[in-house]
């Protein structure tokens, strides 16, 4: 079977100093996968050279068969690659139903931005549990919804794989426990496989079939849930 | 936001636009005419500044290239090619909007300050060249170009001031209709998102080297409009068409306007020009007054004009408490429903 996402030898060097190291890892279509390591072991630079933030300096990516590596981090999104960020930069001017607008638009790239776009736009709102605060410029957001936001973002090109880099860190049980049922519901119920960065083993555990371990730059090692 | 506030800007607008069109009949002095005249044109151009450098945050600050090369068209295809003024008019908006589009494939890889760079060097390096250029050589050491600029074949001779005053400020509503217009569609939407944070409008979809040259080419276009209208209303394209300072004039006015408003860099320009003109100051009075103004809206105002009225009035509508109606979850069920 094909691997939705396969990855080959991924390099990536900043200022000489090597952070990525040959790293080989596949992900199936609907498997959630876990990445887990020391600080500066390269999981946030993966997270970039898999979602097309950064290009690697060696190595391959395919998705769904069809090389990657040198696309942007538009086009993936577009082709069903959504990342979140660990740091969330968000629009300060744009409220919560206009930044969920901008990816429905500009992402899916078939969805018109107008008023047609509302119902769908409403749901993620919904879904994320942001109804309240729709109407809310992005600036004003408290951590946990701005993650929220993130992952309102991420859904509406109905991704057919999810990368999270650190989506859990700093948010309040509450906020957790909403955002990992919405990350199970989306992988259970839609399809989509991710890829979960994070510094929680038990949260990990609980969430991934699978569990990677990277370390200097390579994947060291890897285990089944 | 409360829900007099649009109906109260929309209607302090029409009492200025019907104060506008009733102020000819008060038999104004010609040159305080004049200057409103040639105020609405800034306006429109200084909105036009708004679309790139405002709503799609591309501090460009070569933006009087694509006004003059469109001053210049209209007077190079109408006096040396011998076109007829409309058609000179529609390709002089149209070469203005070739030069945005060019301006924008430059820039689009390019953020900050280098895209501020960039145009700077741009625009002064088509000031150069229009400085510097004779384009038209005659008998007797007769020039066209340098300082002294190409007159505008006009087919009309003593026009009526009013009717250049009206027919201004009817392209100033109408090009600021156009850009709020084109600010408030899904394209605006995308550029807004393009301005506040570009990584996430790129994880988001958005092609932003396409979005930021589509700001430029729209932003040029209606300044190539404008223009074409300086052009016809002065009656000669000159180097200042192309200067920094027109380029910088239009930065500062769209900050104390409030960038990414379109009325309020209008509204802006247009009062200041109005008031350094119309006061008649000596030049060192007018700089020091521009300065001033300008030191103290970015330190007071950092929004502009229209970007503080705005925040307070959405401090007012959060004051007066949520109107939003409240989807609670059922008691069990995740927030994500299904996906």
């Not at chain 1, 950064?54 to 395919?62: E, S």
């Not at chain 1, 509450?174 to 259970?188: F, H, M, Q, S």
């Not at chain 2, 909105?47 to 460009?60: E, L, N, Y």
């Not at chain 2, 104390?256 to 309020?264: A, L, M, P």
Request: with cysteine.
């Amino acid at each position: 079977m094909t691997a939705l996402l396969a990855a080959n030898g991924i390099a990536k060097s900043f200022d000489g100093t090597r952070v990525l190291d040959g790293v080989t890892l596949s992900i199936a279509a609907g498997e959630p996968v876990g990445l887990f390591g020391p600080n500066g072991s390269g999981k946030t630079t993966l997270a970039n050279v898999l979602s097309g933030l950064l290009f690697p300096d060696a190595g391959t990516i395919a998705f769904e068969g069809r090389d990657v590596t040198w696309l942007p981090l538009d086009a993936r999104y577009r082709l069903g690659i959504a990342r979140t960020f660990q740091i969330p930069h968000p629009y300060p001017s744009l409220t919560v139903q206009e930044a969920v607008r901008v990816a429905l638009s500009a992402g899916a790239g078939k969805r018109p931005a107008g008023e047609g776009a509302g119902e769908e736009i409403e749901e993620l709102i919904s879904r994320t549990g942001l109804f309240d605060q729709r109407f809310v410029p992005c600036a004003r957001l408290s951590q946990g919804c701005l993650r929220r936001l993130e992952f309102a973002r991420a859904l509406a090109c109905r991704p057919k794989l999810l990368i999270l880099d650190e989506v859990f860190s700093s948010l309040s049980t509450v906020d957790e426990g909403d955002l990992v049922a919405l990350l199970r519901a989306a992988n259970r119920e839609g399809g989509t496989a991710f890829l979960l960065i994070s510094h929680n083993r038990m949260l990990l555990k609980g969430t991934c079939s699978r569990v990677l371990y990277l370390e200097e730059g390579r994947v060291a090692r890897e285990r089944t849930v | 936001m409360l829900r007099w506030v649009p109906a109260a800007r929309g209607g302090w607008l029409a009492a200025g636009i019907g104060l506008l069109l009733l102020f000819p009949l008060s038999s104004p002095d010609a040159y305080f005419l004049d200057v409103l005249t040639t105020g609405f044109l800034l306006a429109a151009f200084t909105a036009s500044w708004d679309v790139v450098g405002g709503i799609a945050g591309q501090v460009t600050l070569g933006h009087a290239l694509p006004f003059g090369a469109a001053t210049y068209a209209l007077a190079l295809l109408g006096r040396i090619a011998g076109m007829p003024f409309p058609v000179a008019a529609v390709l002089a908006v149209l070469i203005a909007t070739a030069a945005g589009a060019g301006i924008g494939w430059l820039a689009a890889p390019l953020s900050g300050p280098f895209v501020a760079l960039l145009t700077l060097a741009l625009g002064e390096a088509a000031h150069e060249v229009a400085v510097g250029h004779a384009f038209l050589t005659g008998p007797g050491g007769y020039a066209w170009g340098g300082e002294g600029g190409i007159p505008v074949a006009l087919p009309w001779r003593d026009a009526p001031p009013f009717a250049a005053y009206y027919a201004s400020l009817a392209f100033l509503c109408l090009s600021t209709w156009g850009m709020l217009a084109f600010s408030r569609s899904g394209g605006g939407l995308i550029l807004r998102a393009v301005a506040g944070s570009p990584v996430t409008a790129q994880a988001s979809g958005v092609p932003i080297g396409r979005y930021k040259r589509l700001a430029f080419t729209v932003g040029s276009a209606f300044a190539g409009a404008a223009g074409v209208g300086f052009a016809s209303h002065v009656g000669r394209a000159t180097a200042g068409d192309l200067s920094l300072e027109l380029s910088f004039q239009a930065a500062t006015f769209a900050a104390v306007g409030g960038r990414g408003t379109v009325i309020g860099p209008a509204v802006a320009a247009l009062a200041l020009h109005a008031l350094f003109q119309g006061l008649s100051l000596p030049p060192a009075a007018r700089v020091l007054l521009y300065a001033a103004t300008l030191m103290v809206t970015l330190r007071f105002f950092p929004g502009g004009v229209a970007g503080t009225a705005r925040e307070i009035a959405a401090r007012l509508g959060r004051r007066e408490g949520p109107r939003i109606p409240r989807r609670r979850r059922e008691p069990g069920t995740p927030p994500g429903g299904s996906a």
